[in-house]
């Protein structure tokens, strides 16, 4: 059996490696895969030294998509896999996360009679006014097997009418990765500028359109933070649809420090040694809460519950009068305790590619 392993875009990368490396070390006899791909995200910091830092090969197929709107983008995504498996076909493609490439080349492949699988699937924001959330459901509307990350996929899987045969409870690969690389987080240079210290500072990432697109709403929401942060510094690695509204912004705050996106490992490096982070990725708030982080995140809704009601993330909703209490509560040492979720262990993509085998010797 040929799997076609799709990455596009930054969530990707984390999610994918662990599965390249379990599908090695297995050596399962006819299961093959290649790597596709789509380049989704092109700025370096947003991809290429994923692969250098996380291990990653250098994939066997590059769809060169590049950036533009959601339909734009799509529909290159859509047009350069279809020429794939046309010239060299594949059994089953396997997409992870729900960014515009999972969705693109599911509909490609299930177009092609490709069997699909979904690597996080399952999980639910109820918010159609995110893409992720239009991506999610598409994807898992026309996918064959569900790798999921928590019960609660499971149950909005079922109640979309997706059978137990289908449904695989594996665990989330993004922490397999996360728990490979703890010892390799790296400080970057920005410690040392900066002046960092461990427990003295925040870190900072927004991306979502309901928080950045307009630069008022944004400096707003900074305003707010950089009021409540007392004497804690602030670093931001902005994304660069973010770098659009703040280059429209007069903010001037000497303990609010922008940088470029950082590389994975000096990313969680400052993520670990950090008094919270302010996000409104859904990842992230995954990552601190293995990593015993408090969160808060500045959305009115979350496709990752289980990080709220079990663990560090608090959601805050989107307006900036939440974040003056929140950040009293975690001042004043109040922060809940969290738990780890179960099977957010480190094996995830073991089971997978078990699964996988099993799946691969069916079908012979």
């Known amino acids: 059996m040929v799997v076609d392993l799709i990455a596009g875009a930054r969530p990707n990368f984390m999610k994918i490696a662990p599965i390249i490396r379990a599908m090695d070390k297995s050596a399962i006899p006819g299961l093959l895969w290649r790597l596709v791909h789509t380049r989704q995200h092109y700025d370096r910091n947003m991809s290429d030294s994923f692969f250098e830092e996380l291990g990653i090969p250098q994939p066997q197929v590059n769809l060169g998509a590049g950036g533009g709107t959601h339909a734009g983008q799509t ?4 047009l350069g896999y279809e020429e794939l498996p046309q010239a060299s076909p594949c059994d089953l493609c396997l997409v992870v996360g729900d ?30 006014s ?101 004497r804690l510094k602030m670093v931001f690695p902005v994304h660069p649809r973010t770098r659009q509204a703040l280059d429209q912004i007069a903010l001037e705050e000497k303990n609010l420090i922008l940088t470029d996106p950082l590389p994975y490992l000096s990313f969680n490096y400052l ?22 982080i408090p969160c808060m995140t500045l959305r009115t809704n979350t496709e990752r519950p289980e990080t709220v009601t079990i663990d560090t993330n608090e959601l805050l909703g989107t307006d900036p009068g939440a974040i003056v209490p929140a950040m009293a509560h975690l001042l004043s040492g109040q922060w809940k305790k969290g738990q780890i979720p179960p099977l957010w262990d480190g094996h995830t993509a073991e089971r997978i590619v078990k699964i996988l085998g099993e799946l691969s010797r069916n079908s012979t």
């Open 99 to 128: 960014v515009t490439s999972t969705m693109a080349c599911a509909i490609v492949a299930k177009k092609a009679n490709i069997q699909v699988a979904h690597v996080v699937g399952g999980i639910r924001s109820g918010d159609l």
């Open 271 to 292: 993520v670990q040694q950090a008094r919270a982070v302010i996000t409104d990725s859904g990842g992230i708030t995954e990552e601190t809460t293995v990593l015993g």
């Open 75 to 78: 529909a290159r995504i859509k």
């Open 130 to 230: 995110i893409p992720e959330e239009v991506n999610s459901l598409v994807t898992d509307s026309i996918t064959d097997y569900f790798f999921t990350t928590s019960e609660v996929a499971n149950a909005n899987l079922r109640k979309a009418g997706v059978g137990e045969e289908r449904l695989f409870f594996v665990g989330n690969t993004m922490i397999d990765t996360l728990l490979a690389n703890t010892l390799r987080f790296v400080r970057s240079i920005i410690w040392e500028t900066a002046e960092l210290h461990q427990g003295e500072y925040l870190v900072i990432t927004l991306h979502r359109p309901a928080n950045v697109n307009d630069p008022e709403n944004l400096e707003r929401l900074l305003r707010e933070i950089i009021r409540s942060a007392d």
